[in-house]
Structures are given as structure tokens and as C-alpha cells.
């Protein structure tokens, strides 16, 4: 994979900013009922997404984050995820949303999913603003999808390539060039 690339807007920070603030009413609506909505940022891809979307929320919330391990290319055939940074807060018995930037493979959101659910919390879904569902290799699914994006390498609102790019405010898509 060569270094030099470009970034194609795919998504607009304004398309962004609608369709957060529509998932965020709904989400609003499924937990009306709920006392504190634990709301888990997987960083650190999530952390603008995260950031945009409990300022929208309409919902007493209390915030925390969670940093699992990227499997990487050495861990490819275990796939195995291991918690980096652990949650701050209790969620047994607890109504918890959990927020990611980006459902791939699903093997980070399927092994996060599995390891907080030991905890017991009440009720458990996921907010993922983009989805790919061409890549899945499990069964996991987020309850509310900001996008479904094509195979593309995408950067931005939070996402990096190599660490640069998260600052971006709309979604990109690299393209590498000679
Ligand atoms: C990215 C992204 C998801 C995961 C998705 O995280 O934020 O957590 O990969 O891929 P998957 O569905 O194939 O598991 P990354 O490991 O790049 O870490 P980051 O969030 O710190 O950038």
C-alpha cells in the first residue's frame, strides 16, 4: 500500500450532524423510561461520535469508555480482543448503549458485546455510525446504524488512517495515488 493518498469526501459534516441527531431521538425514545443511560464509547475511534451524540440525547446520561485492543494483522487468525482500558463505572443491572464509529468484521464489537454482557446489565444495545456490512464475519448488529458504507477505507469525525485523519469533520474516503 503506497503512502501517498488523497481524501474524497464521502459524507458531509452536515449529512453527519442530520443523521446523529436522528438516531439520537430515537434512541432517546427507546430509553424514555430509563433512570441513567451508561453511554460506552469504544475508543478511540468513537470519541466525536460519542462527543455529538450524547449532546443530542434527550436523556439523563452518564458517560464512559472502553478501549479494546485492535487484533491487527499479527492477531488476524486469533482475532482475539482484549480489554486496554476498562470501564470506570458498574453496569450490572444498568441500562447501557454501546458507541462505535465503525462495525467492520464485528469481531471488536462481538468480543466487547460478550465481555460486558458477564456484567449484567439490564438491557444492551449499540449505536455504530457507519456499517460494513460487505466485511461482516459475525453476527453481530448494531441496533442503530448511522450509514451503510461501501468497502471503502474511510477517515474522519474520529476514524484514522495511521493515526492522522480523526480531526477530519466530514467522512473520507482515501485513495492511494502514485
Ligand atoms: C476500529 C473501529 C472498530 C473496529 C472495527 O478500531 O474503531 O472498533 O476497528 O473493526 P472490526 O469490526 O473488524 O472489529 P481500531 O482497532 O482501528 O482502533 P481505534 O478505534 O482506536 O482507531
Not at 478501549?67 to 494483522?73: L, R
Request: proline share 3%.
Amino acid at each position: 500500500m503506497g503512502e501517498n493518498y488523497v481524501v474524497d469526501e464521502l459524507i458531509s459534516a452536515k449529512a453527519v450532524a442530520a443523521r446523529v441527531e436522528a438516531l439520537a431521538k430515537e434512541i432517546s425514545a427507546y430509553f424514555r423510561d430509563t433512570d441513567k443511560l451508561v453511554v460506552i464509547g469504544l475508543l478511540r475511534g468513537s470519541f466525536i461520535f460519542i462527543a455529538d451524540l450524547v449532546r443530542e440525547l434527550d436523556l439523563p446520561v452518564e458517560v464512559d469508555f472502553l478501549e479494546a485492543s485492535s487484533y491487527g494483522d499479527a492477531m488476524e487468525s486469533s482475532r482475539e480482543v482484549r480489554i486496554l482500558k476498562d470501564l470506570r463505572g458498574e453496569i450490572a443491572g444498568r441500562d447501557v448503549l454501546v458507541v462505535e464509529d465503525i462495525v467492520d468484521t464485528g469481531y471488536t464489537l462481538k468480543h466487547v458485546l460478550e465481555i460486558l454482557a458477564t456484567r449484567h446489565p439490564r438491557r444492551m444495545e449499540v449505536c455504530a455510525l457507519l456499517n460494513k456490512p460487505s466485511r461482516r464475519e459475525t453476527d453481530v448488529a448494531a441496533k442503530w446504524v448511522g450509514f451503510d458504507i461501501p468497502d471503502e477505507f474511510v477517515v474522519g469525525y474520529g476514524i484514522d488512517y495511521a493515526q492522522r485523519n480523526r480531526n477530519l469533520p466530514h467522512i473520507g474516503a482515501v485513495r492511494f495515488v502514485e
